[in-house]
């Protein structure tokens, strides 16, 4: 039986574990809310990115398309031969400049003209779209539009941002001369562009940390109920194995120390035998919801093991009438690393069950084989069943599927909530398949570890 200081012991590690478990999910939470507003944040960046560039291109399209569309209508009549210009033409355009002559400064009192001395371009390119002039700039400012792409962004020598616009030029005949291609300046708005970008790269960390701060202050406080109850519950279990064991201890001395009737003495004694069990259950299952692992682990041999159950369960299954095998590979070992008396719990839980519920002249199978990188334990009976409605709760705390009959097997009605917990602990699984009257599979999955040699 436990001793007290043990049992202050439990209840001291379950509380440590309980509040790094409640830390961690509360981490998670704030982490998982920082993450979702981050990226919220990010895609309406984005978003608002995307619309701001292509309302601000669209503006600047027909901005252009209509600066460019007075030149074309004061050249119309002046544009004889596709890609050239006339004499007459040239002179009506002052400030005009060709490939590979120097260009003079515009001299115009006009406001049209005005405009490419702030920021706008103009000039002319052929079918092929080649660079024949320009007004007021270098011809050569920006590279020929050999590809005539109809809108487009670049920069020129001095690194400064245009948008250019392209316009077909006709003549009187409807014929094309050429292109007149139009553009702007945008190095503002590629600035405010940048600026956006940085205030979206220092902004959205610096939100997220704070959003991350709020929502562990919120999460720790929609968590806190839980936390209370979650502790509650442990509490209550290390709190009444620890209260229970001051009488049973009295009740056990009375027993031995006093004369009773035989019969009383044996119900008595059977009544603590199951109170002892029960007390040291619900340690266990403290223990394990708790997270509270034995601090060596060892490898285990899962062969020897179901052999070691096989053999203690044999007399109580010759009692029972029931025929009680295994198969368990001779070739090779499947090792397991963890508790190796949590293990053998486990396994005589599921077999010593299969047991107690099958009926004489029935039959109780265990079975250890390999799937890849997995050690699988079959316990199959041809027992009474499980009925479906049954089947999800039969690893609930004190849950009897057939309360007079489990009532007649003993136990504490623990032993598959203990069973599930080992498994867990473990990092493995459990599955059960169950039929009324044909019987119930369980099947328990655990991964391997390779043998080391000592």
């Known amino acids: ?3 007290v200081g043990d049992l202050i012991f439990t209840k001291s590690k379950i509380q440590m574990n309980n509040n790094s478990l409640f830390n961690y999910s509360r981490l998670k939470l704030a982490i998982t809310y920082a993450g979702v507003m981050g990226t919220t944040l990010l895609i309406c960046g984005y978003m608002a990115h995307i619309v701001m560039v292509q309302a601000f291109t669209r503006t600047v399209d027909r901005e252009l398309e209509l600066f460019g569309k007075v030149f074309e209508d004061q050249l119309k009549t ?11 033409t040239q002179k009506s355009l002052p ?15 006009s406001e049209l003209l005005g ?49 250019l616009h392209l316009m077909p030029l006709k003549i009187n005949n409807n014929q094309l001369w050429g292109y007149l291609q139009v553009g702007r300046s945008v190095q503002r708005l590629n600035d405010y562009m940048n600026s956006l970008h940085w205030l979206l790269g220092l902004g959205v960390p610096s939100s997220m940390i704070i959003i991350g701060g709020a929502g562990w202050w919120l999460a720790g406080l929609a968590m806190r109920p839980i936390k209370k109850s979650y502790q509650q519950l442990q509490q209550f279990t290390a709190d009444a194995a620890h209260e229970l064991r001051t009488p049973i201890t009295s009740l056990q001395t009375i027993v031995e120390t006093n004369s009773i009737n035989p019969e009383t003495q044996k119900a008595l004694e059977r009544q603590i035998k199951r109170l002892v069990t029960l007390i040291q259950d619900l340690l266990l299952l403290s223990r394990l919801e708790g997270g509270l692992q034995e601090a060596k ?4 041999c899962l062969n020897d093991l179901v052999a070691d159950v096989e053999e203690e369960l044999m007399p109580m299954a010759m009692d029972a009438q029931v025929l009680l095998s295994s198969h368990i590979p001779d070739q090779s070992d499947f090792y397991i690393q963890g508790n190796e008396s949590q293990i053998y719990r486990m396994l005589l839980n599921l077999v010593s069950n299969a047991i107690k519920y099958t009926p004489a002249s029935g039959e109780v199978n265990i079975h250890l084989t390999t799937n890849e990188h997995q050690g699988v334990i079959t316990i199959k009976d041809t027992g009474i069943g499980i009925p479906n409605s049954d089947l999800p709760h039969i690893f609930e705390r004190f849950y009897r599927v057939n309360a007079d009959r489990s009532r007649n097997t003993g136990g504490s009605g623990l032993g598959l909530a203990i069973t599930l917990a080992i498994v867990q602990t473990h990092k493995g699984k459990l599955e059960v398949q169950s039929h009324v009257n044909k019987g119930s599979t369980f099947t ?8 080391l040699n000592r």
């Open 297 to 300: 682990l060892q490898q285990i």
């Open 444 to 451: 328990v999955i655990l991964p391997l570890v390779s043998k």
């Open 95 to 109: 400030g005009i400049c060709f490939k590979q002559q120097s260009c003079l400064p515009i001299k115009s009192e």
């Open 115 to 163: 405009l490419l001395v702030e920021g706008y371009y103009l000039r002319f390119l052929t079918l092929s779209g080649e660079v024949i002039a320009a007004i007021g700039n270098n011809p050569d400012e920006f590279p020929p539009n050999l590809q005539i792409y109809p809108s487009y962004d670049i920069k020129n020598r001095n690194g400064e941002l245009y948008h």
């Open 1 to 3: 039986m436990p001793e």
């Open 78 to 88: 002046e544009l004889k031969i596709p890609g050239e210009l006339s004499i007459t």
